[in-house]
């Protein structure tokens, strides 16, 4: 059981750098802030989760701690990285920083513009 346990924690462990290597290496490679942000919080969130549940699943089975704290973190990471990111490319696409030249769809142009329109009906 306990070498179980360490092969599991182990493979949670290398999903999770792995992961988390990938979302570094996207942010370095990728043109612009949007797709940097899909990189940073998508990649980052399971690396991280797969981090936490390697170490949670460590102190558990091998060391008999149970770790709120760490399942905490997970329900945590997993709430507010992608909420964050939506702010932060929102904010970043209202102070129009632009896409990349190879960005062929804009997804955010139309709700834009809709909500400008409302607002300039209210005055």
């Not at 750098?17 to 942000?37: E, K, T």
């Not at 991280?48 to 945590?76: H, R, T, W």
């Amino acid at each position: 059981m306990l070498l179980l346990s360490e092969i599991l924690v182990s493979v949670l462990i290398l999903i999770g750098c792995f992961f988390l290597f990938s979302g570094s290496l996207g942010m370095l490679r990728f043109p612009d802030i949007y797709n940097r942000l899909h990189a940073a919080t998508k990649s980052a969130t399971l690396g991280v989760i797969g981090v936490l549940l390697g170490s949670f699943i460590y102190f558990l089975a091998i060391e008999g701690i149970m770790s709120g704290k760490l399942l905490i973190g997970i329900i945590f990471v997993t709430l507010t990285a992608p909420v964050s990111a939506h702010m932060i490319g929102r904010s970043a696409y209202l102070t129009h920083i632009p896409l990349s030249r190879n960005s062929i769809h804009n997804a955010l142009h139309s709700d834009v513009e809709k909500k400008q329109a409302k607002e300039k009906k209210r005055g």
